[in-house]
């Protein structure tokens, strides 16, 4: 039995979703030992000096739009990361699971902006049931008034800036779509890398000249594990499957696979920080499990209808 192009692209996002998943919680530990702006520069530095040596060949014969649409979608992961990051300094991590995850509703608008692709009714229904999933699972409260009525509550400067951090992100998921017959994956996925790694490192030193918070780095195990977590993983392999094969669905199921991150972000707190989920957190799971199940479901029902006219 031959497995579809469009089944192995979802589970490589599925898979990226996971990986990406745990990064919340190791990055909000690593950064008692360093700067938040230091710590995104080391992390593509290690990136991109990994992926340089394999893909270099992808950069001759690129053409100028290319490389302005290469470094164009590099900034947005840029700017992505460090605003996530920098947000994570004053944020909780389920927090910023739950803001990032957002995006999901940014991005079916920006599509339709973007590439006058309109979202189906099973994508508006999904993206409903993952929004309500998102919100039940980021509460701390007890009861349903307890969840609505922390809604923009406490809503720090963490937040704020994470709340742009995944409008960027759903700007990522659609430019990515967009550019990406016109380029070799691999030239993409070299091209971001070096581009954040550059960008940041200008911010690095940049930041605490402006009256930002200035240079640290303890260079403890638990930040060398996570620095190697999200640069390999994180980065260049999470990196290297998005850029191939994201294009092969839309920007909007692409965003319904990643919005299931919050849920695994909620299981690495579990396992590592011995967070225990409340009936809130395994309601918000479901439904989001639900709102990607729905999604399948009805794509699967479009294809047999086609397949019978």
């Known amino acids: 039995m031959k497995i579809s192009r469009t089944r192995i692209a979802e589970s490589a996002l599925f898979f990226n979703t996971v990986i990406w998943g745990g990064t919340f919680v190791l990055i909000k530990s690593a950064l008692t030992d360093s700067s938040p702006m230091l710590f995104v520069t080391v992390r ?5 000096a990994v992926l340089l040596p394999l893909m270099y060949k992808s950069l ?7 490389i302005i649409q290469g470094i164009t979608l590099g ?3 840029y700017l992505g990361f460090i605003l996530q990051t920098v947000g994570l300094t004053t944020t909780t991590a389920t927090k910023s699971a739950f803001i990032t995850g957002t995006f999901v509703l940014f ?5 339709m902006i973007m590439e006058r692709r309109k979202p189906t009714t099973a994508n508006v229904i999904s993206i409903f049931l993952v929004v309500t999933g998102l ?18 509550s406490d809503f720090s400067t963490g937040d704020f800036l994470t709340l742009i951090c995944a409008f960027t992100f ?3 998921i659609v430019y990515l779509d ?11 996925t070299l091209t971001q890398v070096g581009t954040t790694f550059v960008l940041a490192g200008i911010s690095t030193l940049v930041f605490p000249a402006a009256g930002g918070e200035e240079i640290r780095l303890n260079l403890t195990n638990n930040l060398v594990f996570v620095l190697l977590y999200t640069s390999l993983l994180a980065t260049v392999l999470n990196l290297f499957l998005t850029t191939k094969y994201q294009p092969v669905v ?4 692409a965003g319904l696979i990643f919005s299931m991150e919050p849920i695994f972000a909620a299981v690495f707190a579990f396992m590592i920080l011995n967070e225990r989920p409340t009936m809130f957190v395994l309601t918000g799971a479901l439904l989001i499990f639900s709102g990607v199940i729905i999604s399948e479901i009805c794509k699967s029902a479009d294809k047999k209808e086609i397949r019978r006219e």
């Open 170 to 172: 759903a700007l990522y």
């Open 250 to 253: 839309t920007p909007t199921k």
């Open 75 to 77: 900034f947005l992961l």
């Open 135 to 152: 919100t039940f699972l980021s509460s701390g409260g007890e009861t349903v008034y307890d969840v609505f009525n922390e809604i923009g």
């Open 60 to 66: 001759l014969n690129v053409s100028k739009r290319q």
């Open 44 to 48: 593509f530095a290690i990136a991109t």
């Open 107 to 111: 991005t079916p608008i920006l599509e």
């Open 178 to 188: 967009k550019i990406s017959s016109e380029n070799d994956h691999r030239f993409l």
